[in-house]
């Protein structure tokens, strides 16, 4: 099979901004489309020395890693660990994600299909498929309870005295009685 170069980094390029932009949105970071398009221009030139090259550290996982890493500094700036932590987690959740829709897509249309053969509309497909489902998903999670839904104002009595606070309901997991309907 024959890849060309430029192919490769254009196909990536493009899947790269979608998946920053999309990782963006979802966790509601301001991006800048410049930062964007710079880290994913990053991630393409990685993909396509991997591929000229053939040299195993590209395929370490480390290696990805730290490149993972990389992009989201580049293309969101995190100013804490835990924010990056949370692009991070949520920038392998969305690859994961387009990268599942993608692989049914091809399968759906043409079962058998190599992986390394789709075409660029399968790709993108996948990619607005993926956003949607990710979206979906995390206002559907976020939507099932509020803050509202656990704080409560509890009263305190003692000794003759009387305070009240702001406490949180203890959900006990939110388990439920297996018998019960």
Do not use: H, W
Request: hydrophobic content about 50%; aromatic content about 10%.
């Amino acid at each position: 099979m024959t890849m060309y170069i430029d192919i490769v980094i254009i196909e990536n390029l493009i899947m790269n901004y979608i998946i920053l932009y999309a990782t963006g949105i979802v966790t509601k970071v301001k991006m800048k489309k410049i930062r964007v398009l710079i880290s994913s221009l990053i991630g393409a030139i990685f993909v396509a020395i991997q591929y000229v090259t053939n040299l195993k550290i590209y395929s370490n996982i480390i290696v990805k890693t730290i490149l993972s890493i990389l992009m989201i500094f580049i293309a969101f700036n995190p100013q804490k660990i835990k924010q990056l932590g949370k692009q991070l987690i949520l920038f392998y959740l969305t690859t994961f994600t387009f990268g599942g829709v993608a692989t049914y897509l091809i399968y759906v249309i043409k079962p058998g299909m190599f992986v390394g053969t789709y075409v660029l509309k399968t790709i993108f497909l996948g990619a607005i498929l993926g956003t949607v489902i990710i979206i979906i998903a995390f206002k559907i999670s976020k939507n099932k309870m509020t803050k509202k839904d656990i704080l409560c104002q509890t009263k305190i009595k003692l000794e003759g005295k009387e305070i009240t606070l702001n406490t949180m309901l203890d959900t006990g997991n939110m388990q439920k009685e297996p018998i019960s309907p």
